[in-house]
């Protein structure tokens, strides 16, 4: 079974990229979204993320025939060999897996599928959601049988949005399919994007049990740094000299503390385990107490700054706070699930005038933080009590602390990258509390 033909499945962050990189290989490429303003902008050969894929990029590709985009994804389902689904796996207000793209969208599959074909799922879920969800819509619509009829696999989306060295063609990719056929022939089409070599692993769950510790790996090491920051505020040491320190030993893994762990990634994947752990009848304790760590590093900044301002004789109430950035990562314009958000609310817990400003993040995103925006940094600090560095932003890197000085009412600040130098900041009278 050759692969000539694709469909791509949610034209996100991941499936917009993925579908280009195929388009590239030379294959034949169906982006396929139910959001019709989306597939109206692609259509007419504009990108959707202008930031990451260019619009030159669509519009040549869909000059050359390579590269076309529907909202009818059973049509297009039909004119393929392969589906890939690349849709959300958020989580719910109780930290639950919400399955519901996946869902949605492979029951839209099912309509167009026919023998021969193969499904592929690459969002991130708990070991289990291709074979108890996936495969079972599919069978159920159509009475085709997985493995005998048609093609089931997970190769999970390692795609790193801004990440110029860990692009599309340069990582490896981890495949796992519903048997050694299906294997082989997944394998061999996701070898024509990638110049590392593809994992293959001997089933689908071993699979999506490796995308997703990932992540709750990276999640969990981070939770021990803020947990070390926590023990260390209260010796009266400085964190990142220590972990320096420590990183001197040939196997330390750094991590760094911070305000807490934003994005769609780190702080919703570990839950998709925890999820699955305990339908089996585990309840894991570690995945779960990094994450609660890690969400409350934004209260343990609030207490920063309510500690800084006390000892300046100032009260949170009524103190103009500055938040320096909204997106939960340098130099990204992405504010999902951001630290920044629960810093603000508890700001506003305590009556402090919060604002907000942040080079990179649409102002309509921060619309309904309910805290004024600042258009430029100049604007921000003035007249400020507490300025608290959020972002890890170049920007914020080079602070003028000579105009941060003259712009401020009171000189107090909350440091949680360690941006600014600590003696440069206390020879000009400011007292920096640092994470
Ligand atoms: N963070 C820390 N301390 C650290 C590292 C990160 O507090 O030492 C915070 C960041 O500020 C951010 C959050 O954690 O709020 C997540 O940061 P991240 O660097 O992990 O960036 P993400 O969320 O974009 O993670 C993505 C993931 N990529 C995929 O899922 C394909 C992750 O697996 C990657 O390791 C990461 O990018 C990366 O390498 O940049």
Not at 40 to 55: F, H, K, M, V
Not at 219 to 245: C, S, W, Y
Not at 262 to 279: E, I, S
Not at 403 to 423: E, N, P
Request: proline share 4%; glycine share 8%.
């Amino acid at each position: 079974m050759k692969i000539e033909s694709i469909c791509i499945v949610g034209l996100g962050y991941v499936g917009l990229p993925t579908a280009v990189a195929f388009a590239d290989a030379g294959f034949n490429v169906i982006g396929a979204d139910v959001a019709e303003n989306k597939i109206t902008t692609l259509s007419s050969g504009r990108s959707t993320i202008p930031e990451i894929i260019a619009d030159e990029k669509i519009d040549s590709l869909g000059s050359s025939g390579k590269l076309s985009f529907t909202a009818d994804v059973p049509q297009a389902v039909r004119d393929s060999d392969a589906i890939l689904i690349t849709v959300p796996t958020p989580v719910d207000s109780s930290k639950n897996p919400d399955l519901h793209y996946i869902e949605s969208a492979t029951e839209s599959i099912a309509k167009g599928m026919g023998n021969g074909k193969l499904v592929v799922l690459e969002s991130t879920v708990y070991p289990g959601v291709t074979e108890e969800v996936v495969q079972p819509i599919i069978e159920k619509t159509t009475g085709l049988k997985a493995g005998s009829d048609f093609g089931l696999a997970y190769c999970p989306e390692r795609y790193n949005p801004g990440d110029e060295e860990h692009t599309i063609e340069n990582m490896t990719r981890v495949v796992g399919a519903i048997n050694d056929e299906w294997l082989a022939v997944a394998s061999e089409m996701y070898s024509k994007i990638t110049k590392q070599p593809v994992h293959m692993v001997s089933s689908i769950k071993t699979a999506e049990a490796a995308k997703v510790i990932e992540n709750t790996q990276r999640d969990l090491n981070i939770g021990l740094a803020n947990e070390l920051a926590l023990i260390f505020d209260k010796i009266g040491i400085d964190t990142r000299e220590v972990i320096r320190a420590a990183a001197t030993k040939w196997n330390f893994h750094v991590y760094w503390p911070g305000p807490g762990v934003g994005g769609h990634c780190l702080p919703v994947d570990p839950y998709y385990l925890v999820y699955k752990a305990r339908q089996l009848g585990y309840s894991p304790k570690i995945i779960t107490a990094g994450r609660e760590i890690n969400d409350y590093m934004a209260n343990f900044v609030v207490s920063l700054v309510d500690r800084a301002l006390n000892e300046k004789e100032k009260s949170m109430k009524n103190s103009r706070v500055v938040i320096l950035g909204a997106s939960y990562k340098g130099n990204v314009a992405d504010a999902r699930e951001t630290p920044a958000k629960r810093i603000v609310a508890g700001l506003k817990e305590k009556d402090a005038e919060a604002i907000i400003y942040d080079p990179l993040v649409e102002k309509e995103e921060l619309q309904s933080w309910g805290i004024k925006i600042a258009d430029t940094l100049d604007e921000a600090i003035s007249g400020a009590d507490c300025v608290i560095v959020h972002s890890d932003h170049d920007e914020f890197k080079n602070l003028d602390l000579d105009k941060l000085a003259s712009s401020v009412r009171t000189k107090t600040l909350v440091d949680t990258r360690a941006f600014i130098d600590q003696k440069a900041a206390q020879e000009r009278g400011f007292l920096l509390l640092r994470i």
